[in-house]
């Protein structure tokens, strides 16, 4: 094979490589919906739709707070913790009104958070040695509060969980909006560009005077506040607060949505309408899985399959 061959299937490798990472996540998306409305029964019924679209809003929530950390370079662990926080603390004050209880639960998020962003900023942590920290002591804390599942009894969370407007699930409105402002905040404002950069190279923007220890610990508040406000839709849909497992593995979750989005883990770089394709991916993968009764376990090692190859498609790109 001449050196010109050569170069050419490299060249065709490395367009393949950098498609498959700019698009593969909507590919895939394409994929399943194809494979269940061949193989799976009644896929197609607007009921099918609505579950799906109402099960996979808390994971985009919660993505779209993992994309931002994960943009700076960093990670967040303690998502699931802070969603179990949060359904505690909803339950723990719900009895002072629903709107006290969406303030605490949104309080405990944002105290985590800058928990978080205060070890990485000031005390330089690591991101996931800090976070595995307070993901541990979070579901503690949770557990602490409130030990067991409990009924929640409240009208207006239950319409939070169940109402729509126009036909539209409120939950799945309210991920689509929250979706939308993190795109704007990222791409169209200050604090976006500031976040980049840091994720692209942190010593280079402290040389250039931006605020770096400020935008981390926003960062890392606002995954908290998105994180805790996941657990608040989670506990509306499914009327109970229960710390025990809400949330459990939401990090790997949202980790496989973002980094199969297209947000690489090496920082610089967030795509939020890829986040979003990641978390449709993931519910669609979870529910072909159980519609064709396939263990839980099944899941996981799917998601961790698709992770190792969207990390591989970025590393290659990486070394061209």
């Known amino acids: 094979m001449t050196e010109l061959t050569l170069g050419r299937v490299s060249a ?26 061949a193989f799976t029964p009644h896929f197609l019924s607007g009921e099918n739709f609505r579950t799906q679209a109402v099960q996979v809003a ?37 009895g002072y009104g629903v709107w006290i209880a969406l303030l605490a639960a949104l309080l405990g998020g944002i105290v985590v958070g800058l928990a978080n962003g205060s070890l990485v900023a000031f005390v330089g942590v ?7 920290a307070l993901m ?35 939950l799945v ?15 169209r404002t200050t604090f976006g560009r500031q976040l980049l950069a840091i994720g692209d190279s942190r010593p280079a923007a402290q040389l250039a005077g931006l605020p770096v220890r400020r935008v981390l610990i926003l960062v890392y508040v606002l995954c908290g506040a998105l994180a805790a406000f996941a657990g608040v839709l989670a506990t509306a849909r499914l009327t109970a607060s229960d710390p025990t497992s809400l949330g459990t593995l939401m990090e790997l979750s949202a980790i496989t949505a973002v980094v199969v989005g297209g947000t690489p ?16 991916l993931i519910q669609l993968l979870t529910a072909t899985l159980i519609k064709h009764d396939l ?21 290659e790109r990486g070394k061209r």
């Open 295 to 315: 263990p839980p376990s099944w899941t996981q090692i799917a998601q961790a399959v698709v992770i190792v190859l969207a990390v591989y498609a970025a590393r």
């Open 136 to 170: 541990v002591a979070g579901r503690g804390l949770a557990l602490v509060m409130l030990p067991q599942l409990k009924q929640v009894n409240d009208p207006d969370m239950a319409a939070l969980g169940s109402g729509d407007l126009l036909g539209v699930p409120y």
């Open 265 to 280: 883990l090496s920082g610089g770089r967030v795509r939020i309408g890829g986040t979003v394709a990641g978390a449709v």
């Open 126 to 132: 690591q991101p996931i040695v800090a976070t595995l």
């Open 173 to 187: 409105l309210i991920a689509a909006g929250l979706a939308l402002l993190v795109a704007f905040v990222v791409r």
């Open 58 to 94: 808390p994971v985009l929530v919660v993505a779209l707070g993992m994309a931002l950390a994960i943009g700076t370079e960093g990670v967040d662990l303690s998502v699931g913790s802070v969603m179990a926080l949060s359904t505690s603390l909803i339950s723990l004050y719900l």
């Open 12 to 37: 065709d490798r490395a367009r393949l490589l950098r498609l498959l990472q700019e698009y593969g996540v909507y590919l895939g998306v394409l994929v399943l919906l194809l494979v269940n409305i």
